[in-house]
């Protein structure tokens, strides 16, 4: 028992436990402690905690291998006990078959031998046995122990990556809602600006003065202007838009 579960790895896993007994009762103290000096243990156990966890893994492969090792012992022993109880039965059955006397000393000598060698062989067998069933006692302990990490880094971690989507998601409907509006805003100053350079010029052809695009008498010199009306009538067709005055 003592050579297959090691004082070392015995007294890590008690360790283990002890931190993490200690960072589960801070987080219950947590809504009552100053937010600085929780950090600051917090920090100290988990940093202990993840020191004594890897100093499991490291004996970790030490027990594994004492643990082939008695798995092979058992083997060869299970081997060896069926040899001495079929020896036994021999001696028994052939005793039946009249071929030994049972008040025969040689026989009686030969038959208590083969019977204690069977039994040590068999109690030798519950001792490997029970090793190896603490020893894998032990090795689910260090899987536990491993697997279980530092209580509550998970839970920051998920708790961080929760967050981040909804902020990226935030800033590109800001940008799609603010871009929308002032492309059509310029889109329509383009087309005021091109209907603009359309309808306005009605240039004198006498003397080059711009008129309003209604008068068919230039306002400067009265020279007659070009009449415009058919032109704009062309532009915009109102017989074929429906209008509701």
């Given amino acids: 028992m003592a050579e ?9 896993l008690d360790r ?9 009762n801070l987080e219950n103290m947590k ?73 025969n000393d040689e026989f ?7 019977e204690t060698e069977r039994d040590k062989t068999s109690s030798e067998l519950d001792k490997l046995r029970k090793e190896l069933n603490d020893l894998n006692g032990v090795l ?15 839970e920051s971690i998920g708790s961080m990556a929760d967050t981040e989507p909804a902020e990226v998601l935030d800033i590109d409907e800001t940008e799609l809602i603010e871009e929308e509006p002032a492309a059509q805003a310029e889109s329509l100053d383009m087309e005021l600006e091109d209907v603009g350079e359309d309808t306005e010029v009605n240039r004198c052809p006498k003397c080059g003065h711009i008129n309003p695009p209604h008068l068919v008498v230039c306002e400067e010199c009265n020279a007659e202007l070009e009449d415009l009306s058919q032109d704009l009538d062309d532009e915009f067709d109102f017989d074929d838009m429906d209008v509701d005055i």
């Avoid at 009686?108 to 083969?114: F, H, I, V």
């Avoid at 689910?140 to 491993?146: G, L």
């Fill in 16 to 24: 283990r436990e002890e931190l993490v007994g200690r960072l589960n």
């Fill in 108 to 114: 009686k000598r030969e038959l208590n031998t083969a």
């Fill in 140 to 154: 689910s302990d260090v899987d536990h122990a491993t697997s279980a990490g530092v209580p509550g880094m998970d």
């Fill in 4 to 12: 297959v579960l090691e004082k070392k790895i015995l007294d890590l």
């Fill in 31 to 103: 809504p009552d402690t100053n937010t600085r000096v929780y950090k600051k243990i917090r920090e100290d156990y988990s940093t202990k905690l993840q020191s004594v966890l890897e100093k499991i893994n490291e004996q970790r492969g030490s027990l594994e291998t004492k643990a082939k090792e008695l798995a092979q012992q058992i083997s060869q022993k299970e081997k060896t006990f069926t040899q001495q109880s079929d020896q036994v039965d021999e001696l028994q059955i052939r005793a039946k078959l009249g071929e030994f006397n049972h008040d």
